[in-house]
């Protein structure tokens, strides 16, 4: 069942000199309990959507639906109480300096009115969910920034939301402690089952912990569907830069004919491989070799965690005589590996 539906939404910014399409024409379906990835460069409407999920942005056109309430035609009152039902963490924390640790996350509980005993023992335990009772009576100013980052979610669990917007949550953070919040979020997901959504520009993170991704590009949503297939069989340039290249946006060059080709690795036919988890047991490369008696060059190889499972991919330079490599393509299809073609080098 869909928590979140959006349908031909785009949100237009016209200043005296200009006009720019943050968003065009997006279509998108999260399932209640999912875990969902929005990624794209910086300046690709990303977080203007996310902000469009619960009308901090109001779109210029098209409808958001959360919980079956289209929130365009709710009243004032009636969109502030659906908002309780979403909870937001940015990469800058937002907390309030003045206040302890215990404070910043009564703090959502007391404005609406719970008394404060109870408030305070409710944030007691969402300060032991994430690992910081012993900080409550802390400053933000004491805490490191994944310290910082587990008081913010804390404080955004605080109104039992039902769904979680995370803009750029772990993007401040260096590796290790954005392993610990991603940890943390599943937890939280696993546990409670509230729906979460990512925006990144990491496709580590998406890798990570996402189920299902849509990439952003220029306003549009270019490509969306479950992590794993997206990562088994990218499609669109800006999924084949992502998965094939390993390029985040923040490393994508604006160029209309950027591909996901390997341009160093001069091949007349190159592919790429994506071992399954039946398949990942067996020397297919090896046996493919001594099947054929035709040499195979491993151009590339690596192992990336897809969801939690190790995921191997390879890219290949196969013979270029053209029956001889379809031959291969086959075999390594029959021998349950994902294939996909680059093309030619320079092409």
């Given amino acids: 069942m869909a928590i979140i539906e959006v349908k031909g939404l785009s949100r237009t910014f016209e200043t005296k000199d200009s006009r720019v399409e943050a968003l065009k024409g997006i279509d998108l379906s999260v399932e209640e309990g999912d875990v969902y990835g929005i990624i794209g460069m910086s300046g690709a409407g990303k977080s203007t959507l ?47 300096m003045q206040a302890t640790v215990i404070g910043n996350v009564c703090f959502p509980l007391t404005i609406h009115g719970m008394p404060k005993a ?3 023992k409710k944030a007691m335990q969402l300060l032991e969910t994430v690992g910081l009772a012993d900080k409550a009576l802390s400053y933000p100013s004491q805490l490191s920034g994944g310290q910082c980052q ?38 939280i997901n696993k546990e409670t089952g509230i729906t979460i959504i990512i925006i990144t520009h990491s496709m580590n993170v998406v890798r990570e912990i996402c189920h299902n991704v849509a990439i952003v590009e220029k306003g549009e949503i270019v490509e969306r569907g479950l992590v794993e297939d997206i990562f088994t069989h990218p499609k669109s340039k800006a999924a084949r830069r992502l998965v094939i290249e390993g390029k985040d946006p923040d490393q994508w060059e604006d160029e209309t004919d950027s591909s996901a080709e390997v341009p160093e690795l001069i091949e007349d036919r190159r592919i790429r491989i994506v071992f399954s988890e039946n398949s990942s047991y067996e020397p297919v490369i090896a046996n493919m070799v001594l099947h054929f008696g035709k040499p195979v060059n491993i151009l590339k190889a690596d192992t990336k965690d897809v969801g939690g499972t190790a995921r191997g991919e ?34």
Avoid: W
């Avoid at 619960?54 to 309430?69: A, D, F, M, W």
């Avoid at 196969?318 to 320079?346: C, F, M, P, R």
């Fill in 50 to 96: 996310v902000r469009c999920l619960n009308y901090l942005e109001k779109p210029t056109t098209g409808t958001v639906i959360v919980e079956g309430h289209e929130l365009g035609k709710l009243t004032g009152k009636d969109l502030r109480k659906l908002r309780g039902d979403i909870g937001m963490i940015f990469q800058n924390f937002n907390l309030l």
């Fill in 118 to 120: 109870k408030a305070r």
């Fill in 150 to 187: 587990r008081v913010a979610i804390a404080r955004a669990l605080a109104s039992d939301p039902k769904i979680l917007l995370c803009d750029e949550a772990t993007s401040a953070l260096d590796p290790q402690t954005t392993q610990q919040i991603l940890d943390l979020l599943r937890k």
């Fill in 314 to 347: 390879m890219i290949l330079g196969l013979s270029d005589d053209k029956n001889t490599s379809d031959t291969q393509i086959a075999y390594l299809k029959e021998h349950g590996l994902a294939v996909d073609e680059l093309g030619k080098a320079g092409e």
